[in-house]
């Protein structure tokens, strides 16, 4: 095991611990842990689906936890869920091939490097072709499909935040930052140039200066361009100036501190030369901030020619389709006027709904008259059905009548209702 490795294995150890939780994992003599640290056999069929699917989401799960998209072998089957004493699942190899399989699991081998040529990119993919898929060997890094296009997202929500054109251009470095590692960024940048959601572009041959380009509406990325080329330079360039100007700013702190501090011990003479030391960085900070927000303004620039542009062909675009369907800018301008009446209209209505106070109708005698106002349009709707009004009943008491009066009395009022034939 690495040093690396090594230092990393308490962090491994607690992502699977907040996984999987307290219980089964902290008992290697128990039936649960026991049962899922064994080998698959036979066939595929034969094979229990619920510990299967327990240890793809586990791994999945782990890998999200520790930020990773991408990982080597090794470090899952025999680093991740290690247990004491070296105890290992005797499954995993097994469950890789099978994410492997169903696509959730792609080696970084199999994947064309987009920094490589036409040709070689071509020759690559003939020669894949050709060759059977070989298993999965523990010096391979597994890159998990699912987790890389999580972080494109979040890269391109990220960006969208900060940017109002619809393509990004970024350094290199920039890009790495997103990821964990050169390593695991190489990978994801395979993978996503591979399906055209991202494309590598590369400026100068001698001392090259390397970019990806995002797209923040559309799924895929468009070509590269020359002024993606410009705008990576700039982009750059910008950021070099303002690292550097984090460097000034940190060494203008420092001098006045120490100024400060030998003025204080009585020491003029170092605390004076500390103060000049400390001016001409402000000097040069001043300079480097000048053609840092020049540089910025370059960059806007170029991004507002983007978009007149943008805007522009979708003005040609719009002419076109008015000329294909003869239709003219009167008649355009008399629909929008139309739409315009109709929406202040509506909003007259709204208005005037808004102001009309809503009445009450719990009064029992809005209720009877509603009724009787129904009743008499049937009537007249219906004129050869004759309803007579029964005679007031009494009101039974059931201390007083019994249950036969009772059912003499509904019979007698039952018999007064005639009905006339229709």
Same mark, same amino acid.
């Given at each position: ?16 611990? &907040? ?45 999200? *936890? ?11 089957? +025999?680093?991740? /869920? ?26 970084? +081998?199999?994947?064309?490097?987009? &920094? ?14 050709? $060759? ?12 998990? *499909? ?13 960006? +969208? ?10 350094? $290199?470095?920039?890009?790495?930052? /997103?990821?964990?590692? *050169? ?20 400026? *100068? ?8 380009? /995002?797209?923040?509406?559309? &799924? ?10 410009? =705008? ?21 702190? @420092? ?7 030998? /003025? ?19 000097? +040069?900070?001043?300079?480097? =901030? ?38 003219? @800018? ?21 208005? &005037?709904?808004e102001l009309v106070p809503l009445q009450s109708l719990a009064g029992e005698e809005d209720i009877e008259e509603q009724f009787r106002n129904l009743e008499a349009e049937l009537l007249d709707k219906i004129p050869d059905v004759h309803v007579e009004e029964p005679e007031p009943e009494p009101v039974l008491h059931a201390t007083e009548d019994s249950p036969d009066e009772t059912a003499e009395s509904l019979s007698d009022n039952l018999s007064k209702i005639k009905?006339?034939?229709?």
């Amino acid at each position: 095991m690495s040093s690396g490795e090594g230092d990393g294995l308490e962090r491994w150890e607690a992502a699977v611990r &907040a996984e999987v939780g307290a219980g089964w994992w902290d008992d290697p003599d128990g039936a649960d842990l026991r049962a899922r640290f064994k080998a698959f056999t036979g066939q595929r069929c034969d094979w229990p689906e619920p510990k299967l699917l327990f240890w793809k989401d586990l791994i999945l799960r782990v890998a999200r *936890r520790l930020r990773l998209c991408s990982a080597p072998a090794h470090l899952v089957t +025999s680093i991740w /869920f290690a247990r004491p004493g070296g105890v290992t699942p005797l499954c995993l190899p097994q469950v890789l091939e099978e994410m492997r399989a169903d696509g959730e699991i792609l080696l970084k +081998s199999e994947l064309i490097d987009p &920094a490589a040529g036409s040709l070689y990119q071509i020759l690559w993919r003939v020669s894949q072709m050709a $060759i059977s898929k070989r298993p999965i060997a523990q010096e391979d890094i597994l890159m998990f *499909r699912s987790l890389v296009e999580e972080r494109f997202e979040d890269i391109v929500r990220q960006l +969208s935040g900060s940017h109002w054109t619809l393509t990004c251009v970024v350094t $290199i470095s920039k890009f790495n930052s /997103f990821f964990v590692g *050169r390593e695991e960024a190489h990978a994801a940048l395979c993978y996503l140039s591979q399906l055209g959601k991202t494309r590598y572009l590369v400026v *100068r041959k001698e001392d090259p200066l390397e970019g990806v380009k /995002f797209p923040l509406v559309s &799924a895929q990325a468009p070509a590269v361009s020359k002024l993606d080329c410009d =705008t990576l330079h700039l982009v750059w360039a910008e950021e070099r100036l303002q690292q550097q100007l984090d460097v000034l700013d940190r060494r203008w702190e @420092i001098s006045r501190r120490r100024a400060l501090m030998y /003025f204080k011990a009585g020491n003029k003479k170092a605390a004076s030369r500390y103060v000049r030391q400390s001016k001409l960085v402000s000097e +040069s900070r001043n300079k480097c =901030t000048t053609l840092l927000e020049r540089v910025e303004e370059v960059i806007s620039l170029v991004s507002a020619a983007e978009s007149t542009k943008q805007v522009h062909e979708a003005i040609q675009i719009g002419i076109k389709a008015m000329k294909e369907h003869d239709v003219s @800018i009167e008649d355009i301008n008399t629909h929008l006027k139309e739409v315009d009446d109709l929406v202040a209209a509506q909003r007259e209505i709204d208005a &005037a709904l808004e102001l009309v106070p809503l009445q009450s109708l719990a009064g029992e005698e809005d209720i009877e008259e509603q009724f009787r106002n129904l009743e008499a349009e049937l009537l007249d709707k219906i004129p050869d059905v004759h309803v007579e009004e029964p005679e007031p009943e009494p009101v039974l008491h059931a201390t007083e009548d019994s249950p036969d009066e009772t059912a003499e009395s509904l019979s007698d009022n039952l018999s007064k209702i005639k009905l006339g034939a229709i």
